[in-house]
Each structure stands twice: as C-alpha cells, then as structure tokens.
C-alpha cells in the first residue's frame, strides 16, 4: 500500500511538473488574476465583465455557476486558475465536449474575456447539495489517500487543478467512470495516466462512496 501511495504521489508530481509549458501557462494565468485582485477597482469591473460573458453559460451552469442540469458541473466558487486554463483548452481544441458546445461558446470569447468570466464564477456562491453521511464516511479515505493529492484535504484545488469540494455527485461519477472505462469520445480530449491510474480497480460503488464525500466538502446538508 505504501509503495502504491509513493508511486501515485510521484506520478502526480511528475505528471504535473515534467511538462514546463502547461505549468508556464498556470503560473502566467495566477500572476494574471492576482494582480487583478490586488486593484479593487478593476477587480470588479472584472468581475462584471464575467457576468455579462455568464450569459452564454446560464442554459446549462446556471446564470451563477449553480448547475441544475444533470451531468453538468457547478462552476460557481470553482478555482480561477484552473477554469481559466480550461477555457483556454477548449478554445485552442486542447480539450473538446462532446456536443460541441463548449469549443464554440468558448471561441466566441476574447482570453481577457475568459479570465473575466472565471473570476465571475470564483465570486459567486456554490449552492450547499445533500449527500449521504455513510456513504461520504465511506469515500473519505479513498479521498483522502488519493484526491487529495492535487485537489487538496479539503477539495479546493491546488494551482492549476479544479475545486472539486461540493461539487455535483452525478457528474463526479460520470467524470471518474470516464477516466477509469477511457469513454472513447468524452475521455479522449481528458486523457489523464494519472486519473487513470488513481480510478482503476475502483468499482461503481467505491466512485459513488468517493462522489458523496466530495459533495460533503461543500457542506452539504446531510440526506435522510
């Protein structure tokens, strides 16, 4: 067990660190938004600019990043950094939808535009969602020896890697179902060795179990 932790833990940071390009483009996008933040003024003619650009997103994420479809993610509170750099991959065909419709959304935008609509996202408040206390008491340690890693103790995001704490169980299953079956259409513009190789062996119940912690980050209000 030790020696699988160790290995998940360096592939991680090999994965993460071994391509200087992507780790560039975070660190541009961080320093971007900081200095952003750092001027109230135009932080929040920023955050404005966002919530004219959320318009285009309101159909599927909610006009406030609160999804009410199923299969779609929360957006709202979700960490600048890593959905700025998302946008940036579904404009410049890095990472696509199946549907379509997010390359196109997305391309519509100027990158100062996507910047401003991550921020927007990152302002707004992520609804609280139930979840089942034994389940998430089950999924914590699956969490915690693995998600945590990246996505930190408390499902935050570290750097350049998503928010996950509250989010939707429904898609946290489909999203870790495609990485662990490699769904050839959804899977093929997010091919991660590293989710794939933290998902695998895992059965349907355990992503269920690992689902319902995560929304329990968010402090969820428990289900009957």
């Known amino acids: 067990m030790r020696k699988m932790i160790s290995y998940l833990a360096f592939l991680a940071g090999f994965l993460v660190l071994g391509t200087a ?4 483009d975070i660190a541009t996008i961080k320093a971007e938004i900081e200095a952003i933040k750092s001027d109230p003024e135009r932080y929040q003619a920023v955050i404005e600019k ?6 285009f997103c309101q159909l599927c994420h909610g006009q406030d990043g609160n999804a009410d479809k199923p299969g779609v993610p929360n957006l709202a509170q979700q960490n600048p950094v890593y959905l700025t750099d998302q946008f940036n991959k579904f404009a410049n065909g890095e990472r696509e939808d199946f549907t379509g419709v997010m390359q196109s959304l997305v391309n519509t935008l100027e990158p ?3 910047m401003a609509l991550a921020m927007y996202f990152a302002d707004t408040s992520l609804k609280t969602l139930p979840y089942d206390s034994l389940k998430a008491k089950a999924g914590k340690a699956h969490f915690q020896r693995v998600c945590s890693i990246c996505h930190g103790a408390d499902g935050l995001g570290k750097e350049g890697y ?3 704490a509250g989010q939707r169980q429904d898609y946290v299953v489909d999203t870790l179902k495609m990485f662990r079956d490699k769904d050839i259409g959804k899977w093929r513009s997010r091919e991660s060795s ?3 190789a933290y998902v695998t062996g895992m059965d349907d119940q355990t992503l269920e179990q690992l689902a319902h912690y995560i929304t329990s980050l968010g402090e969820g209000i428990i289900a009957d």
């Open 21 to 24: 390009h992507a780790a560039d």
């Open 50 to 55: 966002g919530r004219e650009a959320a318009d």
């Open 112 to 114: 100062e535009d996507r």
């Open 162 to 164: 998503a928010r996950i």
């Open 194 to 196: 590293m989710m794939t």
